[in-house]
C-alpha cells in the first residue's frame, strides 16, 4: 500500500548531521555555541537589507519577545491581521493586550490596508491608538507592503511582521521578514526549513537584538551571581537545532524552487476547470515561497464543496487542510473587534492548501492528480503507461 501524502514534511538536506556531530564532538550540546552563531549569521547574510537574527526556540517565542520589547501590556491594543494560524495573535494574549483583528483583501489574502486605514482611523478618533500592527505573509505570499508602510507610518505604529511561512518569499526584491521594525521567522517542523522547531526575530537595530538575547536567557544582569532587573523567558535555540538550520539553510533555495514547482504543477492540473481557482502572485512585484499551494472551490461551479475534495483525497491516503480559520471567528477570540467584511470568512469557507512538501515528486504529483480525477474528471492530467 502507498504511504500517505502529507501536507507538508520535514525535508532534511543531509549536511545537518554535519553540524550536529560538530556539536557532539564539541560537547556544545547545551543552549548557545559555534551553531547557533552560524545559524544567526546565515540567516543575517540570506535575508539581506542590514538585518540581525536572534533565533529562538520558537517562532511564537520570537513574537512574544517583540510584544515585550515594544512594552505592550495590559490596556494597550494591538492590531492583527484576522486570517492567520493562532500562534500570530496569542502572543497578544501572553502580555496581558488586547487584539483587535482586521480582515484580508482578496489579492493577497493578507490584512486588507483599506480595513486597516479604517481601523486606525477609528482609533485615532477615539484617542488611543494600538501599540503595533502584526502583518502576516500567509502561505509564503507577501502582503501588501507599500500600502501597509504607507498607512502604519501616517499614524506612526511600529508594523511587526510575522514571516513564519515567508523566508524566501520577496516583494520588490525584497526579502519577506525585513519590512517590519521587528518579524519573525518560524522554523517548526512543516515549513519550508526546519530546525525541528525553532524560530526567530529579525530587525534591522542591533541593540533590539541584543535586548531579545539577553529577555530570551533568563534576563541576567552582568554580574557574577544571578542578579535580575527584569522578568527573563528561556527562549534561545538549542545548538543542536541551530546546527539542523545551518543544514537546511545550505538547501533553502532549492527547497523555495521545490515549493515553487508545486504550485506550478497545481496551476496547470486546474488551468481548465471552471470553479478551480489556484492562490498565485497578483503580479510581478510580488514573489512567493509557495510553502502551502492553495486553491478556492466554486461549489456553485463545481458542484462540489473544497470539504467534498478533501475527504475524497482523504480516502485516497492523501491530507490536505482548510485553510486558516479567522481569529475574529475562533471561539477563545469571540467579543474581539473586527474590522472588515467577509473576505476571510470566505475564504475560510472555500479554500483548502493542497499537498505542498518540497520533497514531493513526479509519483506523489501523479497519485495527487490521479486521485483528484476521480472529481475532477477535467484536470489536465493523463495518466502515464
Ligand atoms: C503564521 C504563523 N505565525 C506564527 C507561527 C508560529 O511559529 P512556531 O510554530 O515556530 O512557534 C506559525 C507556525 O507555526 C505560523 O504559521
Given at each position: 500500500?502507498?504511504?500517505?501524502?502529507?501536507?507538508?514534511?520535514p525535508h532534511m538536506?543531509g549536511?545537518?548531521?554535519?553540524?550536529?556531530?560538530?556539536?557532539?564532538?564539541d560537547n556544545?550540546?547545551a543552549?548557545?555555541?559555534?551553531?547557533v552563531?552560524?545559524f544567526?549569521s546565515?540567516l543575517?547574510?540570506?535575508?539581506?537589507n542590514?538585518?540581525?537574527?536572534?533565533?529562538?526556540s520558537?517562532g511564537?517565542a520570537?513574537?512574544?519577545l517583540a510584544l515585550v520589547?515594544?512594552?505592550i501590556g495590559?490596556?494597550?491594543e494591538?492590531f492583527c491581521?484576522?486570517m492567520?494560524?493562532a500562534?500570530?495573535?496569542n502572543?497578544?494574549a501572553?502580555?496581558?493586550a488586547t487584539?483587535?483583528?482586521?480582515?484580508s483583501?482578496?489579492d493577497?489574502?493578507?490584512?486588507?490596508?483599506?480595513?486597516?486605514?479604517?481601523?486606525?482611523?477609528?482609533?485615532?478618533k477615539?484617542?488611543?491608538?494600538?501599540?503595533?500592527?502584526?502583518i502576516?505573509?500567509?502561505y509564503?505570499?507577501p502582503a501588501?507592503?507599500d500600502e501597509?508602510?504607507?498607512?502604519?507610518?501616517e499614524?506612526g505604529?511600529?508594523?511587526?511582521?510575522?514571516?513564519?511561512?515567508a523566508?524566501?518569499?520577496t516583494?520588490?526584491g525584497?526579502k519577506?521578514g525585513?519590512?517590519?521594525?521587528?518579524?519573525?521567522?518560524s522554523?517548526n517542523g512543516n515549513?519550508?526549513?526546519?530546525?525541528?522547531?525553532?524560530?526567530?526575530l529579525?530587525?534591522?537595530d542591533?541593540?533590539?537584538?541584543?535586548k531579545?538575547?539577553?529577555l530570551?536567557?533568563?534576563a541576567?544582569?552582568?554580574a557574577?551571581?544571578y542578579e535580575?532587573?527584569?522578568i527573563?523567558?528561556?527562549?534561545?535555540?538549542s545548538?543542536?537545532?541551530?546546527?539542523i538550520?545551518?543544514?537546511q539553510?545550505e538547501?533553502l533555495d532549492?527547497?523555495?524552487?521545490?515549493?515553487?514547482r508545486?504550485?506550478?504543477?497545481y496551476?496547470n492540473l486546474f488551468?481548465d476547470?471552471?470553479g478551480?481557482e489556484?492562490?498565485t502572485?497578483?503580479?510581478e512585484d510580488?514573489?512567493?515561497?509557495h510553502?502551502?499551494?492553495s486553491i478556492?472551490v466554486?461549489?456553485?461551479?463545481?458542484?462540489?464543496?473544497?470539504?467534498?475534495?478533501?475527504?475524497?483525497?482523504?480516502?485516497?491516503g492523501?491530507e490536505?487542510?482548510?485553510?486558516?480559520k479567522?481569529?475574529?471567528?475562533?471561539?477563545?477570540f469571540?467579543g474581539?473587534d473586527?474590522f472588515?467584511?467577509s473576505?476571510?470568512?470566505?475564504?475560510?469557507?472555500?479554500g483548502?492548501?493542497m499537498?505542498?512538501?518540497?520533497?514531493?515528486?513526479?509519483?506523489?504529483?501523479?497519485r495527487?492528480?490521479e486521485?483528484?480525477?476521480?472529481?475532477?474528471?477535467e484536470v489536465?492530467?493523463?495518466?502515464?503507461?
Open positions: 500500500m502507498n504511504p500517505k501524502i502529507l501536507l507538508s514534511t538536506g549536511n545537518e548531521l554535519k553540524y550536529i556531530h560538530q556539536a557532539f564532538t556544545w550540546v543552549p548557545l555555541g559555534a551553531n552563531n552560524g544567526e546565515d543575517e547574510e540570506y535575508l539581506g542590514g538585518s540581525h537574527v536572534a533565533v529562538t520558537a511564537t520570537a513574537l512574544h520589547m515594544l512594552d495590559p490596556g494597550d494591538v491581521q484576522s492567520t494560524f500562534a500570530s495573535a502572543p497578544i501572553y502580555v496581558g487584539p483587535v483583528f482586521i480582515d483583501e482578496k493577497t489574502w493578507n490584512i486588507c490596508p483599506e480595513a486597516l486605514q479604517e481601523a486606525l482611523a477609528d482609533r485615532a477615539k484617542g488611543k491608538l494600538p501599540k503595533a500592527v502584526i502576516v505573509h500567509l509564503g505570499m501588501k507592503m501597509l508602510i504607507s498607512v502604519c507610518n499614524y505604529v511600529p508594523m511587526l511582521e510575522d514571516a513564519a511561512e523566508l524566501g518569499s516583494y520588490k525584497v519577506c525585513t519590512f517590519g521594525q521587528m518579524a519573525i521567522l522554523f515549513k519550508i526549513i526546519t530546525t525541528s522547531g525553532g524560530g526567530a529579525v530587525t534591522k542591533p541593540l533590539l537584538k541584543k531579545s538575547i539577553f530570551g536567557t533568563q541576567r544582569d552582568a557574577a551571581h535580575h532587573t527584569h527573563g523567558y528561556n527562549y534561545r535555540l545548538n543542536i537545532s541551530a546546527g538550520g545551518r543544514g539553510m538547501v532549492e527547497r523555495v524552487a521545490a515549493r515553487r508545486n504550485q506550478s504543477f496551476a488551468k476547470v471552471d478551480i489556484v492562490f502572485e497578483p503580479d510580488f514573489f512567493s515561497n510553502w502551502l499551494t478556492l466554486d461549489p456553485a461551479k463545481t458542484g462540489f464543496t473544497r470539504e467534498d475534495l478533501r475527504l475524497r483525497m482523504l480516502n485516497k492523501i490536505s487542510r482548510p485553510l486558516w479567522p481569529m475574529h471567528m475562533q471561539p477563545v469571540r474581539t473586527f472588515g467584511s473576505v476571510s470568512e470566505e475564504l475560510f469557507r472555500d483548502l492548501c499537498p505542498s512538501g518540497s520533497n514531493l515528486g513526479a509519483a506523489e504529483h501523479e495527487i492528480a486521485a483528484i480525477q476521480t472529481m475532477v474528471p489536465a492530467w493523463s495518466p502515464s503507461v
